[in-house]
């Protein structure tokens, strides 16, 4: 299954929108429906996408880069912008879930998104930056404790707040 675009790949891709991408190196992690890729290669942007999923990978225009990865187990060099819309729901990966898991990130629903964030820096140019969306049925907080985000949009829905957060490598 690849992850169908919702509403927080269109807040992220929102604000993607709003970067001035002519040039720049992107990434993209797990690039799902492959809509934020696209939209930043027609920005301009030299694009890498990424998926555990050969199926998302196989949807992408030639024009960009892509990688069959977990993470950034594959990934090299350095880039000016990452991006990643993580599974950020609080549950544990079951078997019996038909798909749903590229929503799950774990049992506090950050899990996924701390191993990004523990290795994001490794893979930005100085002053580059990372966008990920989180959620508020995570337990996001720490994160943007630990990890210094900022917030830079947010929504709100019946069930849930998004947020779309920001780390800068100085």
Known sequence: MIYPVREDTLLLKENVEKRELKGKKV????????????????????????????EALSNLPE?????????FEE???????????????????????????????????????????????????EGGEALIIVSSLAEYRSLVEEFDLEVLDEEKFWFEKLFVMRLVIE
Request: hydrophobic fraction near 35%; aromatic fraction near 6%.
């Open 75 to 125: 990934v090299e060099g350095v880039y000016d912008l990452v991006v990643f819309n993580p599974p950020y729901l609080p549950e544990e990966h079951d078997e019996d879930l038909n798909g749903v898991e590229t929503w799950l990130g774990g049992k506090k629903g950050i899990e996924v998104t701390e191993r990004f964030l523990e290795n994001v820096s490794d893979y930005l140019e």
């Open 63 to 71: 024009k960009i880069n892509v990688l069959r990865s977990d993470l």
């Open 27 to 54: 990434l993209e992690i797990g690039t799902g429906n492959g809509l934020i890729a696209r939209t930043m290669m027609e920005k301009g942007a030299e694009v890498t996408a990424t998926d555990i999923n050969p």
